[in-house]
């Protein structure tokens, strides 16, 4: 396959997951304004703390009200991971790979395109913000079950589960992130009456309580709900799960074993982490979340050295 091919139906899957998480993201968010007493004190300024979109938040709106981060997030094109933005780059992408995919993926995310961008046109306001982050979500995960259902088991499929795969891993930590220091309140005292709020909030943003409640049997635990979410490896949202699809993607293509050895090295940080500790600690949660969004971008920058960057080819 052409490094140009390669990276473009990398992209491609990498934009669609990133709209969906986006999606997510906000929603989890959402759910624990809604939980919470006003006395946390938590804010939709949290969301641009954690994109680490400050600066660029900062030069175009005022204030980091509800409805300016949902603009931005959702809607803002000068923003390159809001949910449009994503979308119009996968759709980008995906035109100029037309001819190796199936037709269905290709009127699917044109249409998702078209749909979402006539929502955000209309505007995105806390009055239609479930509704559209219900259909951001549902609509990506469509054109995921036309891949998975359509698409032959060829290195186009390698290269799109190697981009859904990372993205999704560095998503997930982000929405755990939400549950960190950015977004808790100082004290034990303030926080422990909502804690398993907060533990229910970020499993439903991941469509993940029933695996959860299928498998602990427990009520909802901190603990446990980030041994689920990082280190298992049968729930596909899990941290745990998402490298594992990846080390498996890397396994037939050549002069992967540094990208596989980066890969292995998150799995090990992750198997060592003390679930108990960070789930009680924000700040700790909050940098060991940081570690892992550091690691999954050195995966990516060994993929774009390996396989797309056709002006500096690695040595065979």
Not at 95 to 112: D, K, S, Y
Not at 301 to 313: E, F, G, I, Q
């Amino acid at each position: 396959m052409l490094s140009r091919v390669a990276e473009n139906i990398y992209w491609l899957a990498r934009y669609l997951e990133r709209a969906e998480d986006m999606a997510r993201l906000i929603s989890v968010n959402s759910h624990l304004l809604l939980d919470f007493p006003h006395a946390t004190k938590l804010g939709w300024d949290s969301l641009i703390n954690i994109t680490s979109t400050e600066e660029l938040f900062e030069k175009h709106y005022t204030w980091p009200d509800e409805t300016s981060v949902l603009q931005f997030l959702c809607g803002d094109r000068r923003y390159g991971s809001s949910i449009i933005a994503s979308l119009a780059n996968a759709r980008e992408n995906l035109r100029t790979t037309r001819e190796i995919l199936p037709r269905e993926i290709w009127e699917e995310v044109n249409q998702l395109y078209l749909n979402i961008a006539a929502k955000v046109e209309s505007g995105v306001t806390p009055r239609n913000r479930d509704s559209f982050l219900k259909q951001v979500i549902r609509s990506c995960q469509t054109v995921t079950g036309l891949i998975e259902g359509t698409l032959s088991h060829t290195q186009t499929r390698t290269f799109l589960t190697l981009g859904r795969s990372l993205e999704r891993a560095d998503m997930t930590t982000r929405i755990i992130d939400v549950r960190s220091a950015n977004l808790l309140p100082k004290t034990a005292e303030d926080l422990k009456p909502f804690e398993n709020l907060q533990w229910m909030s970020v499993l439903k943003s991941l469509t993940g309580f029933q695996m959860y409640r299928q498998q602990v049997r427990l009520r909802v635990r901190g603990p446990d709900v980030l041994r689920f979410l990082i280190q298992d490896t049968a729930f596909p949202r899990a941290v745990a799960c998402s490298l594992k699809d990846l080390s498996l993607a890397l396994l037939p293509l050549p002069r992967s074993e540094e990208v596989q050895g980066l890969v292995d090295d998150l799995a090990r940080l992750l198997i060592a982490a003390d679930v108990e500790e960070l789930a009680h600690e924000p700040e700790q949660l909050h940098l060991f979340m940081d570690e892992l969004q550091v690691g999954l971008n050195q995966v990516h920058t060994a993929l774009v050295s390996n396989y797309y960057d056709v002006k500096h080819p690695p040595k065979p």
